[in-house]
């Protein structure tokens, strides 16, 4: 199957059922959708490059051309509509929900060309969630690292995380599922359910929240969470935006805080795969609620802030890949709240990353079919 070059009209899918949780208001009120007519319609749908194979993360690099990763353990460097497998990864477990996933680059890039990626590997008793580090050498990686790997090691295939990311002072931050054991997110000498903070060497800063906590993990930097695949710093506050699936309904986006609770599993908008409650309460005292959640769920994965001025009626927006609502999700927010809502491309596929591209485009990766595609402006 072919993927040609389109100039397309985006449409809207009105929403009834995506709750705002912000606490000056009612819950319950569901929030505002914007309408069809406020989006460029004078945008080209460019399908870069076909038949991926379940990617799931990605990073552009500053000449353009763009690293994937395979969920089955593949990198490939894709330039010019070609792609050229990258070599020198480590071994790697593709089982379930884990494989190789994420992938960052290093924010002095332009100088150490040093990447960043997550995957799942053996490890005595099961396989986690590891962190490794390379120096990316046309299409090699040379100089492997392993930084981290997760102590929430068992034979679940499912609820990995993970995605990664660097705020302005170099620190790393990786998101970590709950590997299905849902009371070990509450548990700080687990991985389970965390998000870590680490220098870029994976050693841990003397910062850290829980660093004189004993019985604590020293790199964890919150808790609470079930399964996080997106995360993202704010371009304007340098906050951490985090989104994260709910079981049956209940996926979230929290903002990180330093040491904060987000509540899982004692706390949720969604309920158990088979009907039953997750817990009675949607909230608890001494956790952190968050700024919107979806009931249903729409399996969010992905999050980007588009950054450019290519296209000023995105500027601003957070854009988030949805994969069993197979869409592309577009949300306004202000102050610190989800406002608007719009879901485009809907039934495209599963939307696996998103990522605002340092050339004014928005690019994502879809699963079923695989593809790497971009936004970017008529001319």
């Given at each position: 199957m072919k993927y040609p070059l389109l100039i397309i009209c985006i449409c809207a899918l009105s929403v009834g059922t995506l709750q705002s949780c912000n606490p000056d208001k009612d819950q319950d009120k569901p929030t505002p959708v914007i309408t069809a007519d406020t989006m460029p319609v004078d945008l080209i749908l460019d399908t870069i490059i076909t038949g991926l194979d379940q990617p799931w993360g990605m990073a552009i690099l500053p000449t353009g051309d763009v690293l994937t990763a395979e969920k089955r353990g593949v990198m490939k460097l894709?330039?010019?509509?070609?792609?050229?497998?990258?070599?020198?990864?480590?071994?790697?477990?593709?089982?379930?929900?884990?494989?190789?996933?994420?992938?960052?680059?290093?924010?002095?890039?332009?100088?150490?060309?040093?990447?960043?990626?997550?995957?799942?590997?053996?490890?005595?008793?099961?396989?986690?969630?590891?962190?490794?580090?390379?120096?990316?050498?046309?299409?090699?990686?040379?100089?492997?690292k392993k930084l981290f790997q997760s102590t929430q090691i068992n034979t679940s295939s499912v609820h990995f995380g993970s995605r990664i990311v660097f705020d302005r002072a170099g620190k790393i931050y990786v998101?970590?599922?709950?590997?299905?054991?849902?009371?070990?997110?509450?548990?700080?000498?687990?991985?389970?359910?965390?998000?870590?903070?680490?220098?870029?060497?994976?050693?841990?800063?003397?910062?850290?929240?829980?660093?004189?906590?004993?019985?604590?993990?020293?790199?964890?930097?919150?808790?609470?969470?079930?399964?996080?695949?997106?995360?993202?710093?704010?371009?304007?506050?340098?906050?951490?935006?985090?989104?994260?699936?709910?079981?049956?309904?209940?996926?979230?986006?929290?903002?990180?805080?330093?040491g904060a609770n987000y509540a899982w599993p004692l706390a949720s908008f969604g309920v158990n795969y088979n009907g039953t409650p997750v817990s009675k309460d949607t909230a608890v005292a001494g956790t952190i609620q968050p700024i919107y959640y979806w009931v249903p769920s729409i399996a969010p994965c992905g999050m980007d802030f588009y950054t450019s001025d290519s296209i000023p009626q995105w500027?601003?927006?957070?854009?988030?890949?949805?994969?069993?609502?197979?869409?592309?999700?577009?949300?306004?927010?202000?102050?610190?709240?989800?406002?608007?809502?719009?879901?485009?491309?809907?039934?495209?596929?599963?939307?696996?990353?998103?990522?605002?591209?340092?050339?004014?485009?928005?690019?994502f990766l879809t699963e079923n079919p695989g593809l790497l595609c971009r936004f970017r402006p008529k001319k």
């Open positions: 894709v330039s010019n509509r070609n792609s050229t497998v990258v070599t020198g990864l480590p071994t790697i477990r593709n089982t379930g929900q884990g494989g190789l996933m994420d992938i960052a680059l290093h924010p002095d890039f332009n100088n150490n060309k040093l990447i960043y990626f997550t995957a799942t590997t053996d490890t005595a008793g099961g396989f986690s969630t590891a962190l490794f580090s390379a120096t990316l050498n046309g299409n090699a990686l040379v100089g492997l998101c970590l599922g709950e590997r299905n054991q849902t009371t070990q997110s509450q548990s700080l000498s687990s991985h389970a359910g965390k998000v870590v903070r680490l220098n870029d060497d994976g050693t841990i800063p003397a910062d850290n929240p829980f660093i004189n906590t004993q019985g604590a993990l020293k790199d964890i930097y919150s808790y609470g969470h079930r399964n996080p695949q997106g995360l993202v710093m704010h371009p304007s506050t340098g906050a951490l935006w985090l989104h994260e699936h709910g079981p049956m309904g209940g996926d979230e986006i929290n903002i990180l805080q330093p500027k601003g927006k957070l854009f988030i890949g949805a994969l069993v609502g197979q869409h592309l999700n577009i949300t306004t927010v202000a102050e610190n709240r989800v406002i608007k809502e719009e879901r485009i491309l809907q039934a495209f596929a599963r939307f696996r990353c998103v990522k605002s591209g340092p050339d004014g485009y928005l690019y």
